[in-house]
């Protein structure tokens, strides 16, 4: 029987719940918990940060990861697909996300080709004592100011043709035997290996200091909106949730799957990993700052691409046998990192398998060379770094608040499906969802989210970001967002070729959920 791409009856399936958990953990825990997490709770208030952190993930977290989960384990499809069967408008609110995906796999696919380049590096400390010029000038010829260069820099290119040919090979090998595989193999090597330098860090000297830093709480943060807008963005990115990745994944699950449950462990896992990073990543700076003889707030790139890139390196300059030290972190950013790659160029070949009726390995290859092309053409330059800061700051700022939004309100008071998804998730898991939920993401996640947005993009426009020339930021800030809406509505309007999908069966049936008093 061919692989239909449609239709729920054959689809292929993880081969189990723990490899569902463990691809989930590996799309989740990725470079958001290494280089992102750490510097943005420095930044917004230490210790007191985790108090809106852990609310983001009670408030919003879990219960759009469950929304995502639902929403894909009952209607079978990437996003785009399965949000269709849900209600037919929705479906570009799914091309949406596609969207976002595949620009976040870009340039995510780039820094992952410096931390292997960093990785080989690590083996005779390449960096030497000036980090900062290192990674600037002679590893990413980086131009001074931003532009837009077409000057290929090989120290880029070659690792990063190796991360596409790699992500085309397991995407081809499908869900069971490439993705799976490699979450299984690499989430236990990435706990063991980062598990081990996290121990270094917090026995070398200084590291208390470090974690004084890190942990020491301000306070006053608290009644600073942009703490609890950073943390709302920092948990939408490390879950990876509102994407359209979780519904996808949730997608391969069997019919009967404990989700929510599933979701609870992945949630803490996910957490866990970052409050972990945090630890391993102060100890280190403490230690750096212990050496040089200042205090840690003095320490400067506390945080993305700077810290990994930049301050690390120098970390492990002021190590007696520093090369192991080095190897484990490198190698911890490729893994997390890679293991995430995988699932946002999964999340964008199914959708667009799906939609056009193509078979695994040519929705693989194509969504893969495509991918490349572009990734290769504005992250591999002289100029990858400025792009790369912009595009970032604009999808993740902007375009997932805006996905979530969009998604809680359409499905909870357009669609009116809320409830139907609740007693879903209620019939098949153990951990029981009560009408709080639909209370989080009908009411108190969209209005928040909402005041965040609003608040995020005046802020761009009054400001600008990072000082950027105006010019620039609306071709690759701006212009991300706009490409995202464009390509939403290009690929809702195209067709699906004829492929009708009158036969598809939502299980539990809606009369059964019906009957459900819970
Ligand atoms: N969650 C991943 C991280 O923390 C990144 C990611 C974002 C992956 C969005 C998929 C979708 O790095």
């Known amino acids: ?155 880029v290119a070659w690792p990063l043709a190796a991360v596409w040919v790699l ?57 600073d909106l942009n703490v609890w807008i950073a943390a709302y963005s920092q ?27 599933s979701g609870l462990v992945v949630g803490f896992a996910n957490s866990s990993f970052e409050i972990l990073a945090g630890i391993g990543v102060f100890s280190a700076l403490g230690f750096l700052a212990n050496q040089q003889g200042v205090g840690v707030g003095e320490l400067e ?12 390196p120098a970390v492990i300059s002021e190590m007696p046998g520093s090369v192991l030290f080095g190897v484990l972190f490198f190698g911890s950013l490729v ?24 078979s695994q390995r040519t929705a693989a290859v194509t969504v893969g060379v495509v991918s490349a092309v572009v990734s290769f053409s504005l992250f591999a330059t002289t100029t990858g770094l400025w792009t790369l800061d912009t595009v970032d700051q604009y999808a993740n700022n902007v375009g997932v608040v805006l996905s979530a939004i969009v998604m809680t309100v359409s499905v909870v008071w357009v669609a009116r499906k809320g409830d139907l998804l609740r007693r879903h998730l209620n019939a098949i898991s153990t951990f029981k969802l009560g009408r709080w939920w639909l209370v989080l993401i009908g009411i108190v996640g969209p209005i ?21 020339p105006d010019w620039y930021l609306n071709v690759f800030g701006w212009g991300t967002v706009g490409l995202a809406v464009v390509g939403a509505i290009l690929f809702t309007v195209a067709s699906w070729g004829g492929r009708d999908d009158k036969d598809f069966q939502a299980w539990p049936s809606d009369e059964f959920l019906e009957g459900q008093k819970r």
Do not use: C
Not at 50 to 74: C, E, K, M, N
Not at 173 to 183: D, F, P, Q, S
Not at 301 to 312: A, H, K, Q, R, Y
Not at 339 to 352: E, Q
């Open 335 to 358: 893994i997390a990192g890679f293991t995430s790659l995988v699932s946002l160029v999964v999340g964008v070949s199914i959708a667009v398998q799906e939609k056009f009726g193509l």
């Open 448 to 468: 928040f989210l909402t005041v965040m947005l609003v608040q995020k993009v005046i802020d761009l426009i009054s400001d600008g970001y990072e000082g950027y």
């Open 235 to 261: 948990i939408f990115f490390s879950m990876s949730i509102a994407f359209g990745i979780m519904i996808a994944y949730s997608s391969f699950q069997r019919r009967r799957a404990n989700m929510t449950s």
């Open 167 to 223: 992500i085309i090979v397991i995407l081809a090998l499908g869900i069971a035997n490439g993705v799976e595989k490699v979450n299984v193999i690499g989430i236990p090597l990435l706990i063991l290996g980062f598990g081990a330098l996290v121990i270094r860090a917090v026995t070398l000297p200084g590291a208390t200091d470090g974690l004084n830093a890190l942990f020491t709480p301000d306070w006053g943060a608290l009644t």
């Open 1 to 155: 029987m061919t692989e239909t791409a449609n239709s729920g009856a054959q689809r292929q399936t993880w081969t189990s719940n723990r490899g569902f958990i463990l691809a989930a953990i590996g799309s989740a825990v990725g470079l958001g918990n290494i280089w992102r997490f750490p510097g943005v709770a420095y930044d917004s208030g230490g210790g007191a940060f985790l108090i809106p952190y852990l609310i983001a993930l009670v408030t919003a977290g879990l219960p759009i990861l469950f929304l995502d989960y639902s929403i894909g384990q009952r209607f079978r499809g990437a996003a785009p697909l399965a949000l269709r069967r849900l209600t037919k408008r929705a479906e570009v609110i799914g091309w949406f996300q596609t969207m976002l995906l595949f620009i976040i796999s870009v340039y995510y696919a780039a820094v992952i080709a410096w931390a292997l380049s960093y990785f080989y590096f690590s083996f005779g400390n390449k960096w030497g004592s000036d980090t900062t010029a290192f990674f600037l000038s002679d590893y990413l010829h980086a131009t001074d100011e931003a532009g837009v260069s077409t000057d290929l820099v090989a120290g």
């Open 301 to 312: 790139g506390l945080t993305g691409p700077i810290l990994s890139f930049v301050t690390f």
